[in-house]
């Protein structure tokens, strides 16, 4: 498990006070909205701010991809990584 | 005057949860410390219990019991102060110019907790959520008694205050700790209660009228008053 994985991981339990859960149960690909993790829509409001607070990026929420960017840890860390770069 | 009946009640405050212990506390009422207990919860799922406040633990830990057993009973939710600590942390953010956190907005509106209630029991009654005064017991009680003058065969009143914090202190006198009562009402004679104008200085209770309640209940008290600002409201068990 990389470490910005890991990271992003214990974010989301941290964020979303998922006390009962820890980060070796969350899947690199598990999905975490309605299926898989079963996150809800304001879970996904709360875990886009606190990967903005924590990383220092913006997130459009009206792009089309951002939906994307969220379906599981890998591709947010992908997503977070690309946006520290540009 | 509205009449009813209390089918049963349940209360909670740090360090009291059983009839045991509010008999104990009513016969030698006491400050508690406000501490950092909740009401056990376990009864819901993780996912679903994970947002929840004090103060949202507190109306479920009473609520919920009551409601065991009954479909379709009507909720009326009666909070003075609501989810102060909730409030605190919003504008404290405001101020510190950091952005708001979406959970945390969407929760402190006075009417979360019946939404939370509504989505967890599945339950579509009519619900409401009343910030009354000091005598928000009585306000809740006579929506509640409208509700069974409409049909309702039995109804929930939640009654409950979480302590403020420290920079309210100023201003908010009337929560001595955080409590939640709750009362199962059905229609009946049990209890009239009926409001009069209060005389210049009537004092008022000295601790919150639902706490009031409750310290009459275990005592078998049949005749009461509650006094707060210019009314009066008095409370008739027949016997």
Redesign the interface.
Known sequence: MSDLNRDIKQLIIDA?????ISVSDIGDEQTLFGEGL?LDS?DA??LG?AI??TYGIKIDADAKDTRNHFSNVASLAAFVTAKQAA | MINFNIAAWRAWAPGLDSVADWQAWSQQPRLLDASNSAPDVSFLPAMQRRRLSRLARMAFSVGWPLAEGLEALPLVFVSRHGETPRTFDILSDLGAGQPLSPTQFSLSVHNAVIGLWSIMRGETSEMTAVAAAGDGLEHGLIEACALLHEGAPAVLLVITEEQPPEAYARWIDDVPFPYAVGLLLTPGEQWQVSLSAAPPGAPRTRWPHALELLRHLLAGHTSFQHAWKSRVWNWHRTP
Do not use: S
């Open positions: 979303l006070g998922l006390e009962d079963g304001v409001l709360e701010l903005q607070k």
